[in-house]
């Protein structure tokens, strides 16, 4: 192992108490998209104290933050994600994205000079669903980095990221309400055009191919039962295996809800919650030095296939892939049975398991970085 492996290793391991409390901290008050002003601020702080010098509000997003170390012809971009889920706190892990990040980026600053790197950590709000990274490219974030990175919790090892494209949408219909006893002919049910859409989409399942999930809940099915409901909402994902198949997809979904409208007289409105998904593409060199890297600490794919099949999960993170160098492996927490996005995932998140998780993921970036750059 070269000199500054070693170097990058020693300060992870020195580092163990320092990331362990920021993941437990973050894990301990989740925040949920575009509200991680907590959150962003104490990923931001730790990379302060390091030497970084923070931008926070980063190109007008109160929570997104960019930091920067170093000055070397090698621009890294290492990506932190820091927001949880609605109702379900950190049950996909981005408390230990963002710690994962920040001891990548610790352990490279003092190599810096020596490595030829400049390092840009990205503090990237709402990617459960708010398309946070879409919006910080929009505004020219990661432009012209050499390599963009993170790491991801899953219950086992992955290394390569294969997530689906996906849009997310909030669907409403706007009914009128009337006495659903005394004057049911006066209502426009909205919660029956939902019903329709739902049957409507369900039939549809039958010829889509393999690579293609439709999947929704609805927030609002009305407020009393004897009252006509005047309107229903919910919210909808679409995936598919690219965004050209995306795009074919959600014309025959939108059907379905305008299927709804027709049936009951409800008007209809879809409005994306953000802009869409894309598929991911990996940079195989720095995938390769990871595989690599992670071999070395002694972490293996698992067999399960599953545990495996997070590496499918969409990512936005993929549209950042699509402009620069990027990779996004999935690092093991051993949490079997749990599964991602499930409360007994984020009671995996923390302790010992994840912790080794945090430190091994930690190094493995850091390394691959070097390898990388001296390519």
Request: glycine share 10%.
């Given at each position: 192992?070269?000199?500054?492996?070693?170097?990058?290793?020693?300060?992870?391991?020195?580092?163990?108490?320092?990331?362990?409390?920021?993941?437990?901290?973050?894990?301990?008050?989740?925040?949920?998209?575009?509200?991680?002003?907590?959150?962003?601020?104490?990923?931001?702080?730790?990379?302060?104290?390091?030497?970084?010098?923070?931008?926070?509000?980063?190109?007008?997003?109160?929570?997104?933050?960019?930091?920067?170390?170093?000055?070397?012809?090698?621009?890294?971009?290492?990506?932190?994600?820091?927001?949880?889920?609605?109702?379900?706190?950190?049950?996909?892990?981005?408390?230990?994205?963002?710690?994962?990040?920040?001891?990548?980026?610790?352990?490279?600053?003092?190599?810096?000079?020596?490595?030829?790197?400049?390092?840009?950590?990205?503090?990237?709000?709402?990617?459960?669903g708010g398309g946070g990274k879409i919006e910080m490219l929009e505004r020219d974030a990661f432009a012209g980095l050499d390599l963009a990175?993170?790491?991801?919790?899953?219950?086992?090892?992955?290394?390569?990221?294969?997530?689906?494209?996906?849009?997310?949408?909030?669907?409403?219909?706007?009914?009128?309400?009337?006495?659903?006893?005394?004057?049911?002919?006066?209502?426009?049910?909205?919660?029956?055009?939902?019903?329709?859409?739902?049957?409507?989409?369900?039939?549809?399942?039958?010829?889509?191919?393999?690579?293609?999930?439709?999947?929704?809940?609805?927030?609002?099915?009305?407020?009393?039962?004897?009252?006509?409901?005047?309107?229903?909402?919910?919210?909808?994902?679409?995936?598919?295996?690219?965004?050209?198949e995306l795009a074919e997809t959600e014309e025959k979904v939108r059907r379905c809800f305008e299927a709804g409208a027709h049936a009951t007289?409800?008007?209809?409105?879809?409005?994306?919650?953000?802009?869409?998904?894309?598929?991911?593409?990996?940079?195989?060199?720095?995938?390769?030095?990871?595989?690599?890297?992670?071999?070395?600490?002694?972490?293996?794919?698992?067999?399960?296939?599953?545990?495996?099949?997070?590496?499918?999960?969409?990512?936005?993170?993929?549209?950042v892939s699509q402009v620069v160098p990027a990779i996004h492996p999935y690092v093991g927490i051993g949490s079997l049975p749990a599964l991602?996005?499930?409360?007994?995932?984020?009671?995996?998140?923390?302790?010992?398991?994840?912790?080794?998780?945090?430190?091994?993921?930690?190094?493995?970036?850091?390394?691959?970085?070097?390898?990388?750059?001296?390519?």
């Amino acid at each position: 192992m070269s000199g500054a492996k070693q170097a990058a290793g020693a300060t992870v391991a020195a580092d163990a108490d320092r990331l362990v409390r920021l993941s437990e901290q973050l894990h301990a008050h989740p925040e949920t998209a575009w509200q991680e002003h907590r959150s962003a601020r104490w990923v931001a702080e730790s990379l302060s104290e390091a030497g970084f010098d923070v931008t926070p509000g980063y190109l007008g997003l109160e929570t997104a933050f960019l930091a920067t170390f170093g000055s070397g012809p090698f621009r890294l971009g290492l990506c932190a994600e820091y927001d949880a889920l609605p109702g379900l706190g950190h049950a996909c892990g981005h408390n230990l994205i963002a710690a994962i990040t920040v001891g990548a980026a610790r352990a490279l600053a003092p190599l810096a000079d020596s490595a030829g790197l400049t390092i840009e950590v990205y503090g990237t709000p709402a990617e459960e669903g708010g398309g946070g990274k879409i919006e910080m490219l929009e505004r020219d974030a990661f432009a012209g980095l050499d390599l963009a990175m993170m790491a991801h919790p899953a219950p086992v090892d992955v290394a390569e990221a294969e997530p689906f494209a996906v849009s997310h949408s909030h669907v409403s219909y706007q009914g009128k309400a009337a006495h659903a006893a005394a004057y049911p002919e006066q209502g426009v049910n909205a919660a029956d055009a939902f019903t329709v859409a739902q049957v409507a989409i369900g039939l549809l399942r039958q010829q889509l191919p393999h690579t293609v999930r439709v999947h929704g809940v609805l927030t609002n099915g009305g407020e009393a039962p004897n009252a006509i409901p005047a309107r229903t909402e919910g919210r909808w994902y679409v995936r598919a295996e690219s965004l050209d198949e995306l795009a074919e997809t959600e014309e025959k979904v939108r059907r379905c809800f305008e299927a709804g409208a027709h049936a009951t007289g409800a008007a209809l409105e879809i409005v994306p919650e953000s802009k869409p998904y894309a598929e991911f593409r990996t940079y195989r060199p720095a995938l390769d030095a990871y595989v690599r890297n992670a071999e070395r600490l002694g972490r293996r794919t698992h067999p399960n296939p599953v545990a495996r099949r997070m590496n499918r999960a969409s990512t936005d993170m993929g549209n950042v892939s699509q402009v620069v160098p990027a990779i996004h492996p999935y690092v093991g927490i051993g949490s079997l049975p749990a599964l991602n996005h499930q409360p007994e995932f984020a009671a995996h998140c923390v302790g010992g398991d994840a912790e080794r998780a945090l430190l091994d993921a930690a190094t493995a970036l850091a390394w691959t970085a070097l390898d990388v750059a001296g390519g």
